[in-house]
């Protein structure tokens, strides 16, 4: 696992936490938390910042792939500075807000203004802390992390929120795909953990990561983790719009990741195959991965997963972080601190 670090061993961690989280949810009290709050009668609001806003839209996608109902993910920042927009007078909403620390600045201004409003939210936390207060409704996950960078934090409240998700939807079986993760991710990372570390020793000046669909925002966190941990410059697209421009940044030192879906496989690898041809190197990420593919990137990492694809997302996300880590190796840096960043983002409003 290369050098040792709280970030590393976070990661490769994620396969334990996952299974305590989702023995708690297998015991939590839904009807009392959440029973009168059904996506059919109010519409979900996702909220939060950074990582935990990725993590909305994952989870809004969630909602919306398995229940039908019109739900969206939102910034922080956008509901305190428009709030007409995204809480106007008279509609039945129920905002989902989400930080790992429960101190975020923005998410907690959100709280107290959803309060002022007498507006009910649920909050989904890690940590015992000042959000968890704000709201009766409140989600605490049974993870502990030490780094800066949210890793097994992300991936445990998004399968929290996914499981909420079925559960309102009466898809036993999607619940049942959730607890089949944490062996599957066990069984994963001992043999592509070693490939991302070595991938990770060639020189990568700039990334892009492509996704399409529900795959879109792991995309996003993926971009982040590699530009936090390894103050890699990294960017994101819908995999065919990097063609419609963007591609023009593809060099022999650019790495293009795909993180391929099922429905989308044969145009999303037709993407990465154009990119490897004009130079690029490329990273390819899915759950099936024909030969061409599998012979043309520079890395696969096939996840060969017997679950429906939603229930992919968080096993896609783990390889980017890796990949965070070990480029943050490479250069020197420490993972555990990373540059100009702090674990929990306050604004100073004075």
Not at 159 to 175: D, H, K
Not at 235 to 244: A, C, G, K, N
Request: with cysteine.
């Amino acid at each position: 696992m290369g050098r040792a670090s709280n970030t590393l061993n976070e990661i490769y961690r994620q396969p334990e936490d996952w299974r305590h989280c989702l023995d708690m949810l297998d015991n939590a009290d839904f009807d009392r938390l959440l029973g009168d709050k059904h996506p059919r009668d109010h519409k979900w609001i996702f909220v939060g910042c950074g990582t935990s806003f990725h993590l909305a839209q994952a989870a809004a996608d969630t909602f919306r792939a398995l229940m039908n109902f019109p739900v969206h993910a939102v910034p922080a920042s956008e509901v305190l500075l428009s709030p007409e927009l995204e809480l106007p007078e008279g509609s039945a909403i129920f905002p989902v807000l989400i930080s790992r620390s429960g101190r975020t600045s923005e998410v907690l201004q959100v709280a107290e203004l959803l309060r002022q409003r007498n507006i009910e939210f649920l909050a989904v936390t890690c940590d015992a802390n000042e959000l968890g207060k704000l709201s009766a409704r409140t989600l605490q996950l049974p993870v502990t992390e030490k780094s800066i960078v949210m890793t097994s934090s992300f991936t445990s409240m998004l399968l929290a929120l996914q499981y909420v998700a079925a559960r309102f939807a009466g898809q036993a079986t999607f619940v049942e795909a959730l607890h089949m993760l944490p062996s599957a991710l066990s069984a994963l990372l001992p043999i592509h953990g070693e490939r991302i570390e070595q991938f990770a020793q060639t020189t990568i000046a700039d990334a892009a990561f492509l996704a399409q669909g529900a795959l879109y925002p792991i995309a996003r966190e993926t971009a982040l983790k590699v530009m936090e941990s390894s103050s890699t410059y990294a960017q994101f697209f819908h995999t065919l719009e990097f063609r419609h421009g963007p591609m023009s940044i593809v060099s022999e030192d650019v790495l293009v990741g795909a993180l391929l879906s099922e429905k989308g496989y044969s145009e999303e690898s037709s993407v990465l195959l154009e990119m490897k041809q004009l130079g690029g190197r490329i990273l390819a990420i899915g759950n099936r991965i024909s030969p061409e593919v599998q012979r043309e990137s520079d890395l696969a990492i096939e996840l060969d997963l017997a679950v429906p694809e939603l229930a992919q997302l968080v096993v896609y996300l783990v390889w980017g972080q890796l990949l965070g880590v070990h480029l943050g190796l490479r250069k020197g840096l420490d993972p555990d601190s990373p540059r100009h960043l702090s674990r929990v983002v306050t604004l100073n409003t004075e």
